[in-house]
């Protein structure tokens, strides 16, 4: 043992599998994050498309199995009052509840839940045995069921069994197969922290760090006992508001949720939480994967500890009904705790009639239970009053939830010319961003030889082209240049849009599309292709950017302008554009919008030595403009930022003075951007590939590659 701790060989094992570089110097940059889900991970191979695989799927066998499934109780994990429904709602909201706006990451749409951390969170304490239950049905449908779509049905389908009407549902999730990198979950090292450290003020909500939408490390929204574990259903109240805004939703969408919730199933917490192993990550192999074993005494079915709460919230909790309400509003409830601990609200004076029965034996009545988010739902005057309307209409109540659930488990699938299925419902909503569709027969090459003779400057369109398509994002599969909706509020006045610019580029494009008949989504980016064409020619060689006609354009109906605030950008390094005073680094934000726009690493690098030669910088800023020719795809940008006949030197925060070495002239102002690109072994070692002489025309390819998929990142239609 002592030779094997001198020498690494002798452990039999000669791959490296430590420290790795982030490690050693913690402020480098995350290239990694940018070549996530790489085919080579993936089983399923290069060439499988699970979005064609998945409309062969048998989905009224599927649904009928789900069904039966649910009164099927396995002796390993017997399911609660012989329904496993509760259990699999719980699933499918926490896949979902990840969700948050600010950034789209997280959601149900990639089967994370399956990977750490998530399937080791606190909060997902059991989902484990929730998925397993579900291993023969995955297994029966294989590749064209994925584990995320599966997931989010076998929530829909607990309802549905017992007895809600649901709204609609779309397969189409595509499961990823390592744990995902660029998801920020908070700082804290440890799980379930005190809020504090990620609020500015903990009783300031809103002071919560972006893009968190949670309140605890490990939690997915709020802590059931209270904030910080200290019950306050009006403190609890603010918080739950807070996070479930950053998951887009109102108030009247969070009370029926949390309603809707708690109307089915129970909580758990009838043992000693000390006698649960560790989470899935931590257990020991023998395991098998499952997480939160109790070895010490029998831990299923009553026995269970999940939270450490115990019980149920309603009379009858595998019933769909409007028990929920008739709880909370017709006792008064105190603080008790349950047998493992945990601070929970119970009945004063309960009815026999009224008390849920055992889990086991239903000869035996149990306590119910309110959570302080429950109690939230009473004491804050707000959700009161939604409360109280429910529970006088019950119908309304159902049918607000099943649309809130519905968009809950759908909010980050993308448009709605993704959905797949028979339950996709006809119903355009508008939080889905709708698109019409946009004519393809009209004349293309005529349309650009306007753009040509328009006058606009090749700055102008690309910077236009650009700033239409950049505000996509992968993880939720919102904004991009489909729709135009650069023409409406907010985004025509965002700064990062130039907005007077922007109008005048306008001016000339409407009328040339309105002539033509194409929409003026196409036409905006067909200028920049024009653009690019032009500057590629200005080098000396000839391109066709290629262009696929078919964007529609939306309308201020159809735009939820407010939800569409997330989508400002605050940096681009690709325009060389940063608000001022945004704390985060360019090079984050480079790193940022590469990674929502699904770009790669050579991909970025192209990019942006071309937006910097056609001089799209913000203002017309020079900063940043390594050539002489601009207005030219020459690759002048990387065999400047290369060459050691310049030294670089800091002139402000974020601006750097370029000189020449020998005579110490001023040449050009580079940005920290600019110098990030020959200073990163990684992507200096792309900007030499670029630099090279034989690389002139293989750089001008590779840019208008670059560029066409950012123009296309959200042409779903064309996958
Ligand atoms: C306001 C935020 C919420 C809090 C603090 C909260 C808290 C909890 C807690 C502590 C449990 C007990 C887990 C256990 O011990 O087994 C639970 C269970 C459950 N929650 Fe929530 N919840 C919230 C919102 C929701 C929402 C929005 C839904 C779904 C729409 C939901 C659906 C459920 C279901 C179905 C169960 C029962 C699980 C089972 O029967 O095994 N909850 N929740």
């Given at each position: ?52 695989a ?12 789900l ?10 994990w017997?399911?609660?009052w ?13 896949s979902?509840?990840?969700?948050r ?52 049905l ?29 998801v ?51 403190k ?35 043992g ?15 395991d ?36 929920y ?10 603080l ?41 739902m ?66 293309v ?81 067909l ?35 407010a ?7 605050l ?32 991909e ?97 390819h ?18």
């Amino acid at each position: 043992m002592a030779a094997a701790g001198k020498c690494p060989v002798v452990h039999g094992a000669v791959t490296q599998v430590g420290m790795s570089t982030m490690e050693w110097w913690p402020k480098a940059l995350n290239l990694d994050i940018l070549h996530q889900h790489d085919t080579k991970t993936n089983p399923l191979g290069a060439d499988f498309d699970y979005r064609k695989a998945v409309q062969k799927l048998d989905v009224a066998a599927l649904k009928k199995d789900l069904l039966a499934f649910m009164t099927q109780s396995q002796d390993w994990w017997p399911a609660d009052w012989g329904h496993y429904g509760g259990l699999m709602i719980r699933m499918a909201w926490h896949s979902a509840g990840t969700y948050r706006t600010a950034d789209g990451r997280g959601g149900a749409g990639h089967g994370n839940q399956r990977f750490a951390p998530l399937n080791s969170w606190p909060d997902n304490a059991n989902l484990d045995k929730a998925r397993r239950l579900l291993w023969p049905i995955k297994k029966k449908y294989g590749n064209q069921l994925s584990w995320a779509d599966l997931i989010v049905l076998a929530g829909t389908m607990a309802y549905e069994s017992m007895g809600l009407k649901t709204y609609g549902f779309s397969f189409g999730r595509e499961d990823i197969w390592h744990p995902e990198k660029d998801v920020y979950w908070g700082s804290e090292k440890e799980w379930l922290a005190p809020s504090d450290a990620r609020y500015a003020k903990v009783d300031d909500p809103a002071s919560l760090e972006n893009p968190l939408a949670a309140v605890q490390m490990g939690l997915i929204y709020v802590n059931p006992e209270g904030v910080n574990g200290k019950p306050d259903p009006l403190k609890t109240a603010a918080q739950v508001r807070e996070t479930f805004a950053r998951m887009a939703m109102n108030d009247e969408e969070t009370v029926a949720l949390t309603a809707g919730g708690h109307t089915v199933g129970k909580a758990h917490g009838n043992g000693n939480p000390a006698n649960l192993g560790p989470a899935p990550e931590g257990a020991d192999i023998e395991d098998q994967g499952l997480g939160w074993v109790n070895h010490v005494t029998r831990g299923i079915g009553r026995d269970t500890v999940t939270s450490g709460i115990e019980g149920a919230w309603t009379t009858h909790p595998t019933r769909w009904d409007n028990g929920y309400f008739d709880l909370l509003l017709g006792y008064d409830w105190w603080l008790q705790k349950s047998p493992a601990g945990a601070w929970q609200w119970e009945p004063v004076n309960i009815r026999e009639e009224d008390m849920p029965v055992d889990v086991e034996d239903p000869t035996i009545r149990c306590k119910p239970i309110m959570t302080d988010a429950d109690m939230a739902m009473k004491f804050d005057p707000a959700y009161r009053k939604i409360s109280e309307r429910f529970h006088q209409d019950p119908a309304y109540f159902s049918e607000v939830f099943a649309r809130a659930w519905f968009k809950l488990t759908h909010r980050d699938l993308g448009p709605k010319s993704r959905y797949i299925g028979p339950d996709v419902p006809k119903e355009n909503l508008v939080w889905q961003d709708p698109v019409p569709e946009g004519r393809k027969d009209y004349d293309v090459a005529a349309v650009k030889a306007k753009i040509a003779a328009s006058g606009l400057s090749i700055s102008d369109m690309v910077a236009t082209a650009w700033d239409s398509a950049r505000t996509f994002r992968g993880s939720d599969k919102r904004g991009g240049a489909n729709g135009a909706r650069i023409r409406l509020a907010p985004q025509k006045d965002w700064a990062g849009n130039e907005p007077e610019r922007l109008a005048r580029v306008l001016a000339v494009l409407e009328p040339i599309a309105a002539q033509a008949g194409a929409s003026v989504a196409d036409v905006i980016v067909l200028a920049g292709n024009v653009g690019i064409e032009q500057a590629a020619k200005a080098a000396g060689v000839a391109v066709d950017v290629p262009f696929a006609p078919g964007r529609g354009d939306a309308t201020a109906e159809m735009t939820d302008a407010a939800s569409f605030a997330v989508l400002e950008p605050l940096a681009d390094g690709f325009r060389n554009w940063l608000k001022k005073d945004y704390a985060v680094t360019p090079e984050e934000l480079l790193l940022d919008r590469a990674q929502l726009l699904g770009l790669t690493a050579p991909e970025m690098t192209a990019l942006i030595g071309g937006m910097r030669v056609l001089g799209t910088n913000h203002g017309g800023s020079r900063h940043g403009v390594f050539t002489e020719r601009v207005g030219a795809l020459t690759n002048d940008f990387f065999v400047h930022l290369t060459d050691m006949a310049y030294t670089w030197k800091p002139v402000g925060s974020n601006l750097y003075e370029v000189r020449e070495r020998k005579s110490g002239a001023p040449k050009w102002m580079a940005t920290r951007v600019d110098l990030v690109f020959g200073s990163n072994a990684i992507l200096r070692a792309y900007a030499e590939v670029y630099a090279q002489d034989d690389s002139r025309e293989k750089f001008v390819h590779d840019f208008v590659a670059a560029w066409t998929k950012v123009m296309n990142a959200d042409r779903f239609d064309l996958a």
